[in-house]
């Protein structure tokens, strides 16, 4: 049992909870938040939030929290961003002590999928690209407006951008500049990049550094890999037709008078921060509904895989994508690019999409009882839609809102803690953990075909 519970695959969930605690109690402190008052629950709540990259808040953080507060939310998310066991490792890496196997599992499933890596080098690597990343961010924003984005809030918003967390020190986040082109590029470029994943970005940096010291050289056809490649086509469709989709919805008014539409430069910020970057440049309680659907859907997609995003990923919506044009065309196998995945990894997919459904399904019913099940239909209209996209965005990392987060009740906030470390993590590593604790029966039952559809 004791060696059931030391498994590698556990390490991050204890790694997650324990930072989420120790953040929680530091948060609690009166000196994050001088003279006002924070319940236990709600300094849990924003450290989970900060922890797991979402960007959910009960309280306005610019507001609220004193600069030491700013700053311990800040170190959480910094901390969240690349996972706990990243940071642990490159500790001990530096230290010149040796990672041990249990390390090396964890990390390189939650960077890269792939535990036969270079493992401290890999970690350097990309802790520098990292802090490099948001230091040219930071840069750029204190640049283009000192005095919207003085040091301190500069490295605090590219640092939050980058991690993909959201969080912002304005009470209305980015709406203020949601017409300035320059800030716009930097905060989608630094989200677009935190959600490619790291494995994706070592490889463009490798591919960028062999054309320029080749560059009087052939180009080889096919230098990116298959899951480089698959990553951008995917992500940058996704991006591309969000964008298309946002503006035309919104901007489709029913009557002159309508008071809501949408920028081009608003659709594209949008499309990529649905992403799980969770900022917004316009105001998220004033779109239609046909634009908050199509935002769930971007958000359940997600970042990619060994990214600072959360959702169910863009190599699951292509990899299922593709499994349903295999089944159209009577296809045994499903083709994405030049592979076909094994059935090992499209029974991955399923069983991805099916946890999640379930997840999703039990956290919306929970809201909709905690959150307002004495209020008829006639009075609730609207509020079913919003507990979706709040229970989505916190599935997805996401911590976009239509403003009903502070209104949450006890209740309601336990649920959306649990959806933001559950989605974090992700629901197939949780099962991964828990079928860890379990044995496969040493018998086989006779087996038969069930009617279906």
Known sequence: ??????????????????????????????????????????????????????????????????????????????????????????????????????????????????????????????????????????????????????????????????????????????????????????????????????????????????????????????????????VLETSIFLVIAGAVALFLFENMKAHPDAPYGISKIGALFQSVTCRTAGFNSVEISNMTNIGLIVMIFLMLIGGSPGSCAGGLKTTTFRAWLAFIIAKIKGRSQVVVSWYALSEENVNRMLTLLALASVILCSAIILLSITEGSYLPHSQARGHFIEITFEAISAFATVGLSTGVTPELSNSGKTIIITLMFVGRLGPVWLLTAINSWQSEPRYRLPEDDLPLG
């Open 1 to 230: 049992m004791k060696a059931k519970a030391s498994s590698p695959f556990w390490v991050p969930i204890y790694a997650f909870f324990a930072t989420i605690l120790v953040g929680g109690l530091l948060l609690k402190l009166d000196i994050c938040h001088p003279g006002k008052e924070l319940s236990l629950l709600d300094a849990v709540f924003t450290a989970t939030s900060a922890v797991c990259v979402t960007g959910l808040a009960v309280v306005d953080t610019g507001s609220f929290f004193s600069r030491t507060g700013q700053s311990v939310i800040l170190a959480l998310i910094q901390l969240g961003g690349l996972g706990i066991m990243t940071y642990a490792s490159l500790v001990i890496y530096l230290m010149g002590k040796k990672v041990s196997a249990a390390d090396r599992i964890a990390v390189s499933q939650t960077l890269i999928h792939n535990p036969s890596f270079n493992m401290g080098k890999f970690i350097v690597g990309v802790v520098t690209a990292v802090l490099s990343i948001e230091a040219i961010g930071a840069f750029l924003l204190y640049f283009m407006d000192p005095k919207g984005f003085y040091p301190f809030s500069a490295v605090f918003h590219s640092i939050s951008a980058f991690c993909n967390a959201g969080f912002s020190l304005y009470s209305d986040s980015l709406t203020s500049w949601s017409e300035h082109l320059g800030i716009n590029c930097v905060f989608m470029a630094l989200i677009f990049m935190g959600g490619l994943g790291f494995y994706v970005m070592t490889e463009i940096w490798q591919i960028f550094c062999d054309l320029i010291c080749k560059r009087n050289k052939k180009v080889k056809a096919h230098a990116m890999t298959w899951h480089t490649r698959t």
